[in-house]
């Protein structure tokens, strides 16, 4: 079991050297200020602080970035719910005219960057009067036609008798939206809530265009905003780092099964 | 079933799906075409500001695009991004998807997140990190090199490491879902049939080369596809190790794209932009499909 022994110390190398900048990122957050600027580079904190947190929190408005953060994610994946979910299942399972036809459109729509219509995005919302706020920020994530396939995809394994019996009941199409096809769809509606919530806890470069209200940033964009004023204190942009990825990094870890096997299962179908 | 029946079915489709299919036309499609009317006119900080300012150029923002030295940094610069870190992900994510579907390795779940774990990361706080990783005096990487005896390399600061140095970072954020798409294919391939290979007396070389890789020859180009349509919408990566320096080295098209849109309130320019942006993402991401037709012609 010798080729085993060496394959696993591979992997085991290879994950430390794919983990290292995330435990670094950790260990300079709690080191005193100043203590990460010296040669030979240290690894451990020789005295481990509290301070840059302190910091960010009592006097950079670290806190506010976090709610903030917090109140944009839970919305965005809200209202991603809300949009996505009957869409997908009417595409999958409700008979209408001029379905399949949207269906192929919004396929090869797939095919478009987001990043392409941002300036008239910009300027439409200018006209809406919603840029500089959390409705401008929160747009996008109504338009997520990933999502609508990947509820689709799962709709699509609803038995048709299942609905065509409740029709017979005298149901109407939202009580068996509501009733039946929900309960059904909750492996699907759990996966989507979480890439919702990642995608746009993540997200940095449309936050950073609608918001100019310093008050109103996201972590992120508050993030590259404070690395650009305090790049040499290397110990208060790590707990910065910190404070904006361990939240979605321990989601990860928490829902790690549901995630990679919502990822595993979109691609061998797709 | 009732005519009703049928009826209210209809209804409920169109009911349904047509939120969503409003805010996709309304914040997708419109703003999509909107770009391509918008790189037309040459819309600035005064018509922002009145809106009878604005004139119709015709082509005039491509001609001053193709002129402008800028742009064909920012191009070269994105292409070099492309030919490096595509064929990186896809070696890097290879390599990981083998070892963590291999039987022999033990704990092949806990090697499996951790090699997914960058890519969920926060892309500004993951790309803050490592421009303090990349530090030329204090920081790990050039430790390391000088370790192995290796001279430091002022990674962010000089204009010939600048691109490699970000395309390590990009590796690194990104091999972790390349991953994942090698595995979904690797565990197509039938258990029984690298055993055959195995009783055949293939070694493992030879059942990696022979069994698993044309198996997953598909996902290949899948995997260099996505990469390569991510690496045409390097952003925040140059925004926030490099503010596209040293010397414009790590502009990218996108980077272009915000600063003469948002920067500089050129929207026309920004939206000309945006369009060659999107004709060569789509030019680039035929490349992977052809090249796999071609193979299989010279395989047949």
């Known amino acids: ?16 050297i794919t983990l290292a900048p995330l435990l670094w990122m950790v260990s300079v957050s709690l080191m005193q200020p100043g203590e990460a600027g010296q040669f030979p580079p240290p690894l451990i904190p020789a005295d481990p602080t509290l301070a840059n947190y302190r910091e960010l929190f009592a006097a950079l408005g670290m806190g506010g970035f976090l709610a903030n953060s917090l109140l944009v994610s839970t919305l965005a994946t809200l209202l991603a719910l809300l949009f996505t979910l009957p869409a997908g299942y009417a595409f999958a399972k409700l008979r209408f005219s001029g379905r399949t036809a949207t269906v192929q459109i ?12 941002m300036l008239p995005l910009f300027l439409e919302l200018k006209v809406i009067g919603l840029v500089n706020s959390y409705a401008g920020v929160l747009v996008p994530w109504l338009a997520g036609i990933i999502g609508i396939f990947l509820v689709r995809q799962y709709a699509l394994s609803i038995p048709d008798e299942l609905l065509e019996a409740a029709r017979i009941d005298g149901a109407s199409e939202w009580d068996i939206f509501r009733h039946i096809v929900l309960p059904i769809l909750r492996p699907a509606i759990a996966t989507l809530a979480l890439f919702v919530f990642l995608g746009s806890w993540n997200d940095f470069m449309w936050p950073l265009i609608v918001l100019s209200d310093h008050d109103l940033y996201t972590l992120p964009v ?7 004023e305090r790049a040499q204190d290397i110990e208060l942009m790590m707990a910065g780092s910190v404070v904006t990825t361990v939240p979605v990094l321990l989601l990860f870890l928490a829902l790690q099964r549901q995630f990679i096997g919502g990822l595993l299962a979109g691609s061998v179908k797709g | 079933m009732s005519g009703a029946g049928v009826r209210a079915e209809r209804r409920a489709g169109w009911l349904f799906s047509a939120p969503a299919l409003l805010a996709i036309a309304l914040f997708f499609v419109l703003p999509t075409i909107a770009s391509l009317a918008l790189s037309l006119t040459d819309f600035d900080i005064y018509a922002l500001a009145d809106i009878r300012n604005l004139r119709f150029v015709g082509l005039d923002n491509y001609a001053a695009l193709l002129a402008d030295p800028l742009f064909w940094t920012a191009l070269g610069n994105t292409l070099w991004f492309v030919a490096l870190g595509v064929p990186l992900v896809v070696i890097v994510a290879l390599g990981a998807a083998i070892l963590v579907n291999e039987r022999m390795v033990a704990w092949r779940p806990v090697w499996r997140v951790a090699f997914f774990a960058p890519y969920v990361a926060t892309l500004v706080a993951a790309a803050v990190v490592w421009k303090y990783l990349l530090h030329t005096r204090y920081g790990l990487v050039n430790y390391a090199l000088g370790t192995l005896g290796l001279p430091p390399v002022d ?3 000089d204009p010939r490491w600048a691109i490699p140095a970000i395309t390590l970072f990009v590796v690194w954020k990104s091999f972790g879902y390349a991953m994942l798409i090698f595995l979904a294919a690797l565990q197509t391939v039938p258990r029984e049939l690298i055993e055959a290979a ?5 070694g493992w070389w030879a059942r990696l080369r022979h069994v698993i890789l044309p198996a997953i020859t598909p996902a290949a180009g899948l995997v260099a596809v996505l990469s390569i349509v991510a690496m045409f919408q390097l952003f925040a990566e140059p925004y926030v190790m490099t503010e596209g320096g040293p010397a414009q080295s790590t502009v990218t098209v996108l980077y272009l794209m915000f600063e003469e849109g948002f920067q500089w309130w050129n929207l ?10 999107f004709v060569c993402i789509v030019a680039a991401a035929l490349v992977p499909a052809a090249a796999m037709r071609l ?6």
């Open chain 1, 1 to 16: 079991m010798t080729a085993g022994r060496a394959m696993t110390a591979l992997a085991a190398l290879f994950a430390a």
């Open chain 1, 106 to 117: 919004l396929l090869a729509l797939l095919l478009i960057p987001g990043q392409i219509g």
């Open chain 1, 222 to 228: 508050a993030l590259a905003s404070l690395g650009r």
């Open chain 2, 155 to 157: 990674w962010l600061g």
């Open chain 2, 198 to 202: 195995r009783i055949d007396g293939a």
């Open chain 2, 268 to 277: 026309g320019t920004g939206a000309a932009v945006a369009v060659v942006l």
């Open chain 2, 295 to 300: 193979l299989r012609v010279r395989r047949v």
